[in-house]
């Protein structure tokens, strides 16, 4: 998740587990029906036949947040009117245990479920000092006559201790097409379902349902898809993935000439705002991105949506292939955070900006302004702060979180000098992701108190105390040291960075193994 101009606000998919998960059978999945032609008042009606239960009461349970997003949003407040029925459609006592959890009693006849859910947003525009401005890339729209914006941990939940596979049909509007990842499949003229293996792989997988305005990109081994919903203007995506295009093709220049995945979705709604107004809220997730945009038309769109994709589009890496225990089994009632945002957000942001000068998208000039900018903005923060304990704290140090894209950046920046350093140019932050990747994939988590110690043994024996340095006791970053020795010079009164006119070979030799150039 990227903030931008802190209006602007990633996600790998978590998981309510359980210590025994049945084998599936006909009966023991979740059939969710959600009607998308009679929306009432901003509000969907929702059915779901769920598994059977061995228990006396169960607890059926709606997200407190999602990965990626790192703040309470308490998904259930929009639910009302829930209520359980048994095998005769009589209904079972229900008690509302909190925000986010209902108790259901006698839960041995329980069969159904139906429960009202509203919208979590309906325009995307930014209002001062309204409620809910960010975040909005993890909730859903309700707009019949144009478009719905689907995330599922909005009106899909799960019964505790109970995970099971999905499968939803929507009754859709139509003319209405379901641009995912996982794309809705048509059973008839007007309804398509969607099955996952999990509720982890259900919330993964956004929807954005309206008439189809889409496009397809081919990036070596990737099919990337552009699905757009926009306010003034149908049939854009073409044009808005051709330019795209030479920023993805640079961005897989950058990860080794191969993506990490074998098909990707941009989902773009877009919003016509006023003369000056850009607002972008994206939220990543395996293999999609879902953008919420407003800008003052569609002309200025793709500059301002490259932006943005570019950080979201390099969470394939982190956390898609190299991601903590936390993460792979995400609690989604009371989750838990990693101490390793420098490596989620921080590593990510940093390649953001290196992929620009690297790839020759950028002077320079233009790259320095870059990190003068995030020197500069860092000193607004608590920099005493360890990145390591702010990760772990950030659900009560919403505050500082905007540093991972400054200070964790910039952290990667010296991580990425030293690296290459050592090593004589020849291993960076590029080398070390890829290194990672190899050591664990998708599917292998690290643990969090590890990582550092594995990091060191795949580098050099001087890493272990940089990283304890800098990330676990917070000194201040060495930035002066580091950039001096690739030709730039930092003065730390005024967070400014200059370009030395004369360089020596060991700093050219070394700026050149760092940016290309």
């Not at 950058?254 to 850009?278: C, E, I, K, N, T």
């Not at 990330?471 to 400014?496: F, I, M, N, W």
Request: charged share 20%; proline share 7%; hydrophobic share 40%.
């Amino acid at each position: 998740m990227q903030p931008y101009l802190a209006l602007l606000t990633l996600l790998l998919p978590g998981a309510c587990t359980t210590p025994h998960t049945p084998a599936a059978t006909s009966k023991a999945i979740y059939r969710y029906r959600v009607n998308l032609r009679r929306p009432d008042h901003d509000r969907l009606r929702v059915e779901v036949q769920v598994p059977p239960t061995r228990q006396r009461q169960v607890v059926f349970v709606m997200p407190k947040s999602v990965p990626g997003i790192y703040g309470a949003l308490n998904f259930g407040r929009y639910v009302t009117e829930l209520t359980a029925l048994g095998p005769d459609n009589e209904p079972l006592s229900v008690t509302r245990q909190d925000t986010n959890s209902w108790v259901i009693a006698d839960a041995r006849r329980l069969r159904r479920l139906t429960y009202s859910v509203a919208d979590t947003w309906d325009q995307f525009h930014h209002v001062a000092g309204e409620a809910g401005t960010l975040y909005r890339s993890a909730g859903s729209a309700y707009q019949p006559d144009s478009a719905y914006v689907l995330n599922y941990n909005t009106f899909v939940g799960y019964l505790e201790g109970h995970a099971r596979p999905y499968e939803v049909r929507f009754t859709r509007p139509a003319g209405y097409y379901g641009a995912s990842h996982r794309p809705p499949q048509p059973l008839n003229d007007s309804v398509d379902v969607v099955r996952a293996p999990s509720y982890r792989a259900l919330v993964d997988a956004p929807v954005l349902y309206a008439r189809p305005d889409t496009a397809w990109l081919q990036l070596g081994q990737t099919k990337v898809q552009v699905a757009l919903y926009a306010t003034t203007q149908r049939h854009y995506a073409p044009t808005l993935a051709r330019s795209l295009k030479p920023l993805l093709e640079a961005q897989r220049a950058y990860l080794g000439g191969r993506l990490p995945v074998d098909s990707y979705a941009f989902l773009v709604y877009h919003a016509q705002g006023r003369p000056g107004s850009y607002l972008g809220d994206g939220l990543e997730h395996s293999q999609s991105t879902l953008c919420l945009l407003e800008s003052p038309g569609l002309a200025d769109l793709g500059p301002f949506l490259r932006r943005l994709t570019t950080h979201e589009f390099f969470h394939i890496v982190t956390p898609l292939n190299i991601h903590s225990r936390e993460i792979e089994s995400y609690d989604f009632r009371q989750p838990t955070f990693s101490a390793h945002l420098w490596l989620y957000e921080g590593l990510t942001e940093y390649a953001t900006v290196h992929m620009a000068i690297r790839q020759r998208l950028q002077t320079l000039p233009e790259f320095v302004a870059g990190l003068e900018s995030k020197a500069r903005d860092m000193r607004q923060f608590d920099n005493t702060l360890a990145l390591t304990e702010l990760s772990r704290l950030v659900l009560t140090r919403p505050d500082q979180y905007y540093n991972f894209y400054l200070k964790g950046a910039l952290f990667n920046l010296c991580l990425d000098v030293r690296l290459r350093e050592l090593s004589g140019g020849t291993m960076g932050t590029q080398e070390l992701v890829r290194r990672l990747a190899r050591r664990y994939g998708p599917s292998r988590p690290f643990a969090d108190e590890e990582l550092f110690d594995v990091i060191t043994a795949l580098t050099y024996p001087a890493m272990r105390g940089f990283f304890r340095a800098y990330l676990e006791q917070g000194q201040p970053l060495p930035l002066a040291e580091t950039l001096a020795k690739v030709g730039l010079r930092y003065e730390e009164k005024t967070a400014t960075i200059s370009i030395m006119a004369q360089l020596t070979p060991a700093q050219r030799a070394l700026r050149r193994a760092w940016i290309g150039q």
